[in-house]
């Protein structure tokens, strides 16, 4: 089975074996909205697929972290062994074999079994985020809603209330889901800034999932465990498809215009308040926070092989400063409970 993911300016073409298509399917299901069949003429990346039956002897190595989530299921380890020009990270569930430099390189090899989606997952959104930003996209942490093509981002550190904030704009009604996590942005010469939403495993608190009571019954139905002994603030790794099919948006690649920032702060029993940021200093500051740097995620291991230049990335990044000049920014504080069209009668 041959399938050529594309997403904006990036190809990955797959070379899937016909017996590691089951351990495959889980990966192939995330990406299908980027996927076609067929082969690319002039991919970025060829990713060979096997079994994880065809590796044969011991592991072998110095111990590598790949990647230190706070969600236990993107928390995993290698050991990282070098074979002249190529790099093998290997554990139980997977091995992958990769050039030393992916730039001048674009052959892998990965052999993949039943429990190996989440890694092959994480492996590629890495190798596309890293390859976008060294072409000079920007890459914002946000999720984001969207209506009539315009997308309003909601971002914040961990903690702000971000889900929550997104929930209630899309629970006011007039607004659908866009993005939960991240925002690929590129300046227009028109002035525009143009955004492309990016699938994940939405990662919500147990507090949130008893609000909507209706998710929660979701949740436990596909994982087969409760929530009644977890703490509000613990946070549980949803299926996509689960997640989507509940808000009612599958997950859409095509490009949007950003409108706005929302940047929320989480206060229980306060009254929700909204100030303008008008400032150009403080909305340029604002934006900084939110960009999403791979060179600054030291958590992840996969970076031996792909390390970004930046040089196109910081151009992007400072063309965009005074696009900003046109976009709403408005903080949000107190309880987020957020109508957010009364909000912007209010005060864009």
Partial sequence: MNLQLTFIGTTVQFQVADDATAAFEPVRRFFRHLLSEGTAEKPDYRIR??????????????????????????TFDALLSRHGDRLVYRNDQTVLNVPVDAATDGDFEIAIGPDSAIQIIDFVRDLVIRTEETA??????????????????????????????????????GWEYFSGDKLFCTPEADGSVTVRAWRDYPYVGVGTLREHPDLAARVEAVTGAGLDDLHD????????????????????????????????????????????????????????????????????????????????????????????????????????????????????
């Fill in 49 to 74: 697929v096997l079994p994880l039956s065809s590796v044969q002897g011991e592991p072998e190595g110095e111990p590598a972290v790949i990647r230190r989530s706070t969600a236990p299921e993107f």
């Fill in 136 to 173: 000079g996209t920007v890459v914002l942490h946000a999720s984001a809603v969207r209506r009539d093509g315009r997308v309003y981002a909601i971002a914040g550190p961990k903690g702000a209330g971000k889900t929550t904030t997104l929930l209630s704009v899309i629970g006011n009604g």
């Fill in 233 to 348: 603030r613990h946070k549980v790794l949803l299926d996509p498809d689960v997640f989507e099919e509940w808000i009612g948006a599958e997950f859409d690649p095509a490009p949007h215009r950003l409108t706005g920032l929302l940047l929320p702060r989480v206060e229980p029993g306060e009254p929700l308040r909204v100030t303008p940021v008008t400032e150009p200093g403080a909305r340029w500051s604002a934006l900084n926070t939110l960009v999403d740097r791979s060179v600054d995620t030291t958590f992840f291991g996969w970076q031996h092989y792909l390390v970004p230049d930046y040089k196109e990335f910081y151009a992007t990044l400072s063309a965009m400063r005074p696009l900003l000049a046109d976009l709403t920014v408005l903080r949000l504080t107190g309880t987020l409970d957020v109508d957010l069209d009364a909000v912007l009668k209010e005060f864009a």
